[in-house]
């Protein structure tokens, strides 16, 4: 097949791939952030987390909506991420729905090369959607870092969920896992100069994703190159290395 032809081809699943998160991940995304976000601010409102002050969405203190946009940003990266990532290669897999997917002639890394990076479109229009209904309804905040923020982030968070989905079928348990144990063990031994330290570098450095969103919510002035740069990187490798598993190795052996 020409390569035009196959470029062709493949932007098509692209729309496709895009309008299926949509119909699909993007509105269990907004749903649950929704649900983060009266489950933050109502006991502020209500006088509980604040010395029995109440306020009203109108009259919420700068700080406290800054720390609340930067603490939203942070877990819609995780839940966004994975929902984008979940089963994106290991449920084609269980299905066999890669039989009908590569019964033409279609390159298995491209085609879910494409889905990431759909996916991650999905991702910053659920933002857009996200920050257009915090505006209208808290205040309005567009900082400028915010966009290529998620982008690193998506691709962070997104890399390592890819590389597990190629891996085996329980890929959204194991990103949560990753999560979980990655701020653990950098908490605990990311400073010990001993085989634990070592061990800890090789987990995704999760505990410097604060940095970031609390720039982007204009709480520090500061922006975090290196963490930026360091999560990005391993964001890549990973991703870099499902597509070297989807390469070398066919999807009904894995």
Not at 5 to 27: I, K, N, V
Not at 130 to 149: E, G, N, T, Y
């Amino acid at each position: 097949m020409p390569l035009a032809h196959r470029r062709a081809r493949l932007s098509r699943y692209l729309w496709w791939q895009l309008h299926d998160f949509m119909l699909h991940q993007a509105p269990a995304t907004i749903a649950i952030m929704a649900m983060f976000a009266y489950l933050t601010l109502a006991p502020i409102l209500n006088g509980s987390m604040t010395d029995g002050r109440r306020y009203t969405v109108s009259t919420l203190p700068e700080n406290v909506v800054r720390s609340f946009f930067g603490d939203s940003l942070g877990s819609f990266m995780l839940l966004a991420t994975l929902f984008a990532t979940n089963g994106i290669v290991a449920t084609d897999r269980k299905t066999g729905y890669y039989r009908f997917y590569f019964a033409k002639p279609v390159s298995a890394p491209r085609f879910y090369a494409n889905a990431f990076v759909a996916n991650g479109l999905g991702v910053l229009l659920v933002a857009l959607i996200l920050l257009a209904a915090f505006a209208a309804i808290i205040r309005p905040i567009f900082p400028a870092s915010l966009f290529p923020v998620i982008a690193a982030m998506y691709l962070a968070y997104g890399g390592v969920g890819f590389l597990l989905s190629t891996i085996w079928r329980f890929d959204w348990l194991s990103l949560v896992t990753v999560a979980v144990i990655s701020s653990i063990g950098w908490g605990m031994w990311g400073e010990d100069p001993g085989i634990a330290g070592l061990l800890v570098h090789l987990l995704p450095p999760m505990h410097r994703a604060s940095s970031l969103f609390a720039f982007v919510a204009g709480t520090t002035t500061h922006f975090p190159w290196g963490a930026q740069l360091w999560l990005s990187a391993y964001g890549a490798t990973c991703f870099a290395i499902g597509l070297w598993i989807l390469r070398a190795r066919s999807l009904a052996s894995q």
